[in-house]
């Protein structure tokens, strides 16, 4: 023993135990006997239930292990499926984008139709508005000369109605003194009406040939009208159709973003959003 240990003497006592130099009582061989066969026993019990243990964890281990060759089955099949899938949502997507494209350009060339179609129809609007504004000024043109020309004649019948009394005056004059004098003043008489007669037929045909300008100028007013009014029914029914496939336009492309959103910015943002090890 080391020098830091004290020495310990021991006795033995009748009973089967013994005392040390401290006063302790030291176990017998009898009580060491039980001891050891309960401490075989607890090895045994121990040992049972760790081989007990062993095997529940051995069959367990193996479930566990069926269940991962499982899952790593399911794995790699659900990887198969998600790359099918992959590729045909990156089909659709081309087919989409596509699809798109042609809308866009399809309304582009619709938006340049409709321009041109505007532009011609205000150019023949306004082509339509200078006629119609001539034809004013023509008809304006006309009331003017007909009203002077309608003065005149008045002035001159007028003037020859008073001439017609002045010959009439003088015929009856004449007529009292001499018979040859009556003869020429009934004779201018007859010249004055015959002209009287040929200014007033030419009054009539004057008249005519203006209400005849008027009728016509109506006439044409009226089919202008028409087909200012056609045209302009022609445009509300094509602004109607075009409102309608505008709106199916609109339509299709909310659809198409509709479907593009929960698939985020494209097959690459896909890619940078799958997790590692995915694959």
């Known amino acids: 023993m080391n020098g830091g240990q004290r020495n310990r003497v021991s006795m033995a006592y009748p009973g089967g135990f013994e005392i040390d130099g401290g006063g302790k009582r030291l176990p017998s061989a009898q009580d060491l006997d039980v001891t050891v066969l309960a401490f075989a026993q607890w090895l045994s019990e121990m040992k049972l239930r760790s081989n007990s243990s062993l095997q ?144 007033n037929n030419e009054m009539k045909r004057l008249r005519s040939e203006h209400d005849q300008a008027i009728a016509s100028l109506a006439e044409n007013m009226n089919r202008w009208n028409e087909a200012v009014r056609d045209l302009s029914k022609e445009f509300h029914d094509f602004q109607k159709v075009m409102n309608v496939n505008h709106q199916r336009l609109q339509s299709s492309v909310w659809e198409v973003q509709g479907k593009m959103g929960p698939v985020g910015q494209g097959p690459g943002h896909q890619a940078q959003a799958r997790p590692a090890g995915a694959w």
Do not use: C, P
Request: proline share 0%; hydrophobic share 30%.
């Open 56 to 199: 529940q964890m051995l069959a367990e281990m193996g479930i566990i292990r069926n269940g991962i060759t499982s899952n790593n089955t399911d794995l790699t099949e659900f990887k198969r499926n998600t790359a099918t899938v992959q590729q045909q949502m990156q089909s659709q997507i081309s087919d989409l984008r596509d699809k798109l494209t042609d809308a866009y350009t399809e309304i582009a060339n619709m938006k340049k139709t409709k321009s041109q179609f505007e532009q011609e129809v205000h150019a023949e609007s306004q082509s339509l508005s200078e006629q119609l504004q001539f034809k004013t000024l023509e008809l304006e043109t006309l009331k003017k000369a007909y009203a002077h020309t309608h003065q005149q004649l008045q002035q001159q019948i007028i003037q020859l109605q008073t001439e017609v009394n002045e010959l009439r005056t003088k015929g009856d004059d004449v007529n009292r003194q001499q018979h040859l004098t009556f003869e020429q003043s009934v004779n201018k008489v007859s010249e004055v009406e015959m002209a009287a007669q040929y200014t």
